[in-house]
């Protein structure tokens, strides 16, 4: 149970510190809204298709790129800092080199983690 009590306790941790490091960028407003619908997206079309979503969308030269490009480098240094991801490859490559039962495993660990990203920056972020 402790073990358990200290991977939540790390995991909000860690999220704590990377809302933290966008509370004075000039997009955090946009961050906010994209965290907080990335859970559901999360959710709904699964963890790849979010990402390559998100990819996508942070192409733009603008602060909803920005944000996105934000957000996705924050789920990448997640599956780093938890050893799901070791190497330096393209997390949609990653992502679909998985097997099933590794996929979905990373993808529950990642919905839990943007939940805390989600509640955190709720708390941090003031529109």
Not at 85 to 113: A, G, H, P
Request: zero cysteines.
């Amino acid at each position: 149970m402790s073990r358990l009590k200290g991977r939540i306790q790390e995991m909000a941790n860690f999220a704590y510190t990377l809302v933290v490091g966008i509370k004075d960028k000039r997009y955090k407003d946009k961050y906010l809204t994209y965290v907080r619908k990335t859970p559901s997206m999360i959710a709904h079309n699964g963890l790849l298709a979010t990402v390559v979503f998100a990819k996508k969308k942070a192409t733009k030269r603008n602060s909803e790129g920005k944000a996105w490009k934000h957000l996705l480098k924050h789920l990448e240094r997640f599956l780093k800092h938890f050893g799901f991801k070791k190497d330096n490859s393209d997390l949609v490559q990653f992502l679909t080199e998985l097997s099933v039962e590794d996929y979905r495993m990373i993808t529950k660990q990642t919905l839990d983690f943007v939940v805390w990203l989600k509640d955190i920056a709720e708390g941090e972020i003031r529109q």
